[in-house]
């Protein structure tokens, strides 16, 4: 599990010009927000979506909704330490619907499957696009989240696998 924030802004893929060009960028600081949690083996995706923010009331709304799924095995959600999902309420309400918090050490985020689906998400929609109003770019990032078990299930059954890299005990070499 893990929040996303999609900006609109302009995202440049890869751009040459021997003369000045200008490019068109939309204006303020429109955010779209993703609270979304992945099933790892389904590769399911359970979303809260927002353009105010992520607080812990969108976590525990995000814990209703995977609650209601009436899931026949344990659920454990790996997060982050974003402190509105460290929240008490959060971790109350974890407890009172059977949802285990299991929460990753700081500064890991390759840890979470979920990391690899917003990069995946900003490829799709974002790189060398433009979008004029938020509307349209709203819809092109959830068009792209519903589409996750569908239209981009085999691209994203291959990117979400459950190998890491791991590393054996480093030695150090003395001076």
Same mark, same amino acid.
């Given at each position: 599990?893990?929040?996303?924030?999609?900006?609109?802004?302009?995202?440049?893929?890869?751009?040459?010009?021997?003369?000045?060009?200008?490019?068109?960028?939309?204006?303020?600081?429109?955010?779209?927000?993703?609270?979304?949690?992945?099933?790892?083996?389904?590769?399911?995706?359970?979303?809260?979506?927002? *353009?105010?923010?992520?607080?812990?009331?969108?976590?525990?709304?995000?814990?209703?909704?995977?609650?209601?799924?009436?899931?026949?095995?344990?659920?454990?959600?790996?997060? *982050?330490?974003?402190?509105?999902?460290?929240?008490?309420?959060?971790?109350?309400?974890?407890?009172?619907?059977?949802?285990?918090?299991?929460?990753?050490?700081?500064?890991?985020?390759?840890?979470?499957?979920?990391?690899?689906?917003?990069?995946?998400?900003?490829?799709? %929609?974002?790189?060398?696009?433009?979008?004029?109003?938020?509307?349209?770019?709203?819809?092109?990032?959830?068009? %792209?989240?519903?589409?996750?078990?569908?239209?981009?299930?085999?691209?994203?059954?291959?990117?979400?696998?459950?190998?890491?890299?791991?590393?054996?005990?480093?030695?150090?070499?003395?001076?």
């Amino acid at each position: 599990m893990d929040a996303a924030h999609f900006v609109l802004a302009p995202f440049l893929g890869c751009l040459w010009s021997l003369t000045r060009l200008w490019l068109k960028a939309p204006s303020g600081r429109q955010r779209l927000n993703v609270l979304g949690a992945l099933n790892a083996v389904s590769h399911e995706l359970i979303t809260i979506i927002n *353009d105010a923010y992520i607080n812990s009331q969108s976590v525990c709304d995000l814990l209703w909704k995977i609650a209601r799924l009436n899931l026949q095995t344990p659920v454990t959600l790996v997060l *982050d330490n974003a402190r509105y999902q460290r929240a008490k309420l959060v971790q109350q309400l974890a407890r009172d619907l059977n949802i285990e918090l299991l929460f990753l050490p700081p500064y890991s985020p390759n840890l979470n499957l979920i990391e690899r689906l917003w990069k995946f998400v900003k490829k799709q %929609c974002l790189y060398s696009r433009y979008y004029a109003e938020f509307h349209s770019f709203r819809n092109a990032i959830t068009e %792209c989240l519903q589409k996750t078990h569908s239209t981009y299930k085999s691209q994203l059954d291959s990117l979400l696998t459950l190998e890491f890299q791991t590393f054996k005990k480093s030695q150090f070499v003395s001076l």
